[in-house]
């Protein structure tokens, strides 16, 4: 049975929960919450895992803090024995628009300190990532206070469409590869 290995980026403590720089926990806990199921603590993170068709899946919420993120994502892979080509990596993206979605197979880390981390530690950068659209509107050199902030009402409105089209780019790209998932949804 083929396995993937699902990671939302994020950082793990309360003072962290909803703002965008942690959209990719709320991608996972979507997915894992939608298909019942339950979330355990492990080693560097929260895991969970089931099946979607003939599919295995194990998601991943890193509790190594966002800047330390490819040791958590490094150690699932080699125990679960998961290929890079069946790791997808979720995560927030300051270039696109909120709530714009995009598969890509891999490339460069665009700034993002937890690809930095992952791509570093797995020694490629070619490995699949969804990237969520979280805007950048917000004043010169204010960047870090922005994506540590919470979404506004406006964008939280958008937030249940967009995550159920986030679990349809997973399960596609577990059931029929990045390529055609890209095709299909970017």
Same mark, same amino acid.
């Given at each position: %049975?083929?396995?993937?290995? $699902?990671?939302?980026?994020?950082?793990?403590?309360? @003072?962290? +929960?909803?703002?965008? =720089?942690? $959209?990719?926990?709320?991608?996972?806990?979507?997915?894992?919450? &939608?298909?019942?199921?339950?979330?355990?603590?492990?080693? =560097?993170?929260? !895991?969970?895992?089931?099946?979607? *068709?003939?599919?295995?899946?194990?998601?991943? &919420?890193? #509790?190594?803090?966002?800047?330390?993120? /490819?040791?958590?994502?490094?150690?699932?892979?080699?125990?679960? *024995?998961?290929?890079?080509? =069946? !790791?997808?990596?979720?995560?927030?993206?300051?270039?696109?628009?909120? /709530?714009?979605? +995009? %598969? &890509?197979?891999? /490339?460069?880390?665009?700034?993002?300190?937890?690809? &930095? =981390?992952?791509? @570093?530690?797995?020694?490629?950068?070619?490995?699949?990532?969804?990237?969520?659209? $979280?805007?950048?509107?917000?004043?010169?050199? *204010?960047?870090?206070?922005?994506?540590?902030?919470?979404?506004?009402?406006?964008?939280?409105?958008?937030?249940?469409?967009?995550?159920? +089209?986030?679990? @349809?780019? !997973?399960?596609?790209?577990?059931? %029929?590869?990045?390529? +055609?998932?890209?095709? #299909?949804?970017?």
């Amino acid at each position: %049975m083929n396995q993937y290995l $699902i990671v939302g980026l994020g950082n793990p403590t309360e @003072e962290y +929960r909803g703002t965008r =720089h942690n $959209i990719g926990f709320r991608m996972v806990s979507h997915l894992a919450d &939608k298909q019942g199921w339950t979330w355990s603590t492990a080693r =560097h993170g929260e !895991i969970t895992s089931g099946r979607i *068709k003939n599919v295995q899946l194990t998601l991943l &919420k890193p #509790s190594t803090y966002m800047n330390l993120s /490819g040791t958590a994502v490094r150690y699932w892979m080699q125990e679960l *024995k998961i290929p890079v080509d =069946h !790791i997808l990596i979720c995560l927030d993206d300051l270039a696109l628009p909120f /709530g714009t979605l +995009r %598969m &890509k197979p891999g /490339g460069s880390a665009g700034g993002h300190n937890g690809l &930095k =981390h992952i791509t @570093e530690l797995l020694g490629t950068d070619r490995y699949p990532r969804l990237r969520f659209g $979280i805007g950048h509107d917000y004043p010169r050199g *204010k960047q870090i206070e922005y994506v540590l902030a919470q979404f506004p009402e406006g964008e939280l409105a958008d937030m249940p469409r967009l995550l159920e +089209r986030v679990d @349809e780019m !997973i399960e596609s790209f577990c059931l %029929m590869g990045v390529e +055609r998932t890209m095709n #299909s949804f970017n």
